[in-house]
């Protein structure tokens, strides 16, 4: 019988946006499986040195397999023991032997971000990527994105006729329990009522934009801002720095992976500022959502189809575009508490559950396809 083999690499990366959105359509999978298709057999192929957190999985069988480590592990270790099976990889790449075999393997592609603003990343990841990518374009079966806007720019690098592109939005925030001693204290974080950034410090998030509206609503308004986030390994770095004169009422808290602390940032917030250049399904404006605080994102595709009418748009290139946004969402009452409303409304329907269910059902289809293709070779 033919199983399901899910990547795993991606438990021994940061968990930065495409980490967590791995997580959470594992962890949706494994639901989804032992409720509704207990026959199918998925297993989740790892390092040795891989963490699975909270996955709690019950249906998905762990298999930590050795041998090299990162890049050389999907592309070496990982195929090999996946032989025979069909391969889900859900953090933009898979292994070049997997996709040149006789059933490739079901691959998600979150974003092109390194090609749009390649600046943003480091050579070796840009080159890397740019490598791969015409591979998975062409070979991924089903190749999987998460929204219209960026299928649209999948499409326009590849023609894969009657194989369409499948479509399957990122989820919301997902309720945890709350932790036995409440969350880790956050330390000088702000009382509530300040803005939160949360993200990485990336040119294509547009973080100097964000920092410079940061400064100017610290001058002039006395508002403070709290900064999630920091550069990882892929990022080029870049210069942030604080003026004096607003240094008591701009924070940089980091990386913060802790689900605790990220709901208390969100619900502490006055609101969450976000204006990328450039995203595909973005997380924190629909988290911000969930705890009743009002967004403000960029006017670009992406966020129109994910965010509606529940957020407040602004011009990413114009700073005072952004702070004048942020202040109709601070201090016009009336818009504050529909886009609040509103908000919520649109985090609920955006669901994990409903991402993994769009992923199985195409992978499951592929494999009809596959089976049907060696059939006829008999």
């Not at 996955?55 to 070496?76: H, K, P």
Request: glycine content about 6%.
């Amino acid at each position: 019988m033919v199983d399901i083999v899910i990547n795993g690499r991606f438990l021994t990366q940061k968990t930065t946006g495409v980490q967590r959105v791995a997580r959470e359509i594992t962890r949706a999978l494994d639901r989804l499986i032992a409720e509704e298709v207990p026959h199918l057999s998925v297993r989740l192929i790892c390092q040795p040195s891989a963490d699975l957190g909270d996955l709690e999985l019950a249906a998905i069988t762990v298999q930590r397999v050795g041998g090299f480590s990162g890049q050389l592990w999907e592309q070496l270790s990982l195929p090999r023991a996946a032989r025979g099976a069909k391969l889900l990889c859900l953090a933009n790449s898979a292994p070049i032997l997997s996709l040149l075999s006789a059933m490739p393997p079901a691959v998600v592609i979150h974003d092109l971000s390194y090609r749009h603003y390649p600046h943003a990343y480091r050579m070796g990841y840009r080159i890397a990527h740019s490598a791969l990518m015409p591979a998975l374009l062409r070979r991924a079966d089903p190749l999987v994105t998460v929204s219209v806007a960026e299928r649209d720019e999948l499409l326009k690098l590849t023609d894969r006729g009657d194989d369409p592109i499948v479509v399957a939005q990122n989820g919301s925030w997902r309720s945890i329990p709350a932790a036995a001693n409440g969350s880790p204290s956050l330390g000088k974080l702000p009382d509530r009522g300040y803005l939160l950034y949360i993200g990485a410090l990336s040119q294509r998030k547009n973080i100097m934009g964000v920092l410079s509206a940061a400064i100017q609503l610290a001058r002039e308004d006395g508002t403070p801002f709290v900064f999630v986030g920091s550069s990882t390994s892929v990022h080029t770095s870049m210069a942030f720095e604080i003026p004096d004169d607003v240094s008591d009422r701009i924070v940089l808290l980091g990386h913060i992976e802790d689900a605790a602390v990220l709901a208390e940032l969100y619900a502490g917030a006055a609101a969450l500022v976000f204006p990328s250049f450039y995203e595909a399904s973005p997380l924190p404006p629909l988290e911000a959502m969930h705890f009743g605080c009002p967004v403000v994102v960029s006017d670009i595709p992406a966020f129109r189809e994910r965010c509606g009418d529940a957020a407040e748009y602004c011009d990413p290139f114009d700073v005072s575009s952004i702070v004048g946004a942020v202040r109709n969402v601070l201090y016009n009452q009336p818009a504050r508490d529909a886009l609040i409303r509103k908000g919520g409304e649109r985090a609920r329907s955006f669901t994990w559950e409903r991402q993994a269910r769009i992923v199985l059902d195409a992978v499951l289809q592929s494999l009809e396809h596959d089976r049907s293709d060696v059939m006829d070779t008999v």
